[in-house]
């Protein structure tokens, strides 16, 4: 487990990072759909190097599929559009503890009702008190 920690805390690191750099290439070509179609096309090839690497018949199960799983591109691609044409003017750590907070409401959600097949895990008091706790760290620290 301490090794999925790690890595979603490598994740974590990487979203303002991808923020800053994204909207640093929006500003500096002129058009942040543009810089956002560049990120995907490195997206795309990175991801289909892993696929190949590590099982393309993977692919084949895609159109049995429910439809409605296809809807995470469009709210990566709404995510990368957005921080791309919001973050030079509202900064990266403000843009970022929206994003944030964000997560916190949505994840609380979709893990009390086991949303999308997730593990059910009760939003109690204690759990919630604890994403308060995190929603005011990342609030505090935009403050300072």
Known sequence: MAQFAIIMTLAG????M??????????RIGSPAAAGAVLFTV???????????????ALSKVAQAPKHLLLA????AFYVLSITWIAPVFGVGNAVFFVL????????????FGLFGARISPL??????GIALMAAGVFVTQKV
Not at 18 to 27: E, K, S, V, Y
Not at 43 to 57: D, E, K, M, N, R
């Open 13 to 16: 690191i990487g979203i303002p």
């Open 18 to 27: 991808l923020a800053a750099l994204n909207a640093a290439l929006g500003q």
């Open 43 to 57: 997206a795309l090839v990175s991801c289909a190097l892993v696929t190949l690497a590590t099982g393309p018949q």
């Open 73 to 76: 591109g469009v709210l990566i």
């Open 101 to 112: 907070l964000g997560q916190l409401i949505s994840a609380a959600a979709i893990d009390h």
């Open 124 to 129: 109690g008091p204690t759990r919630a008190l």
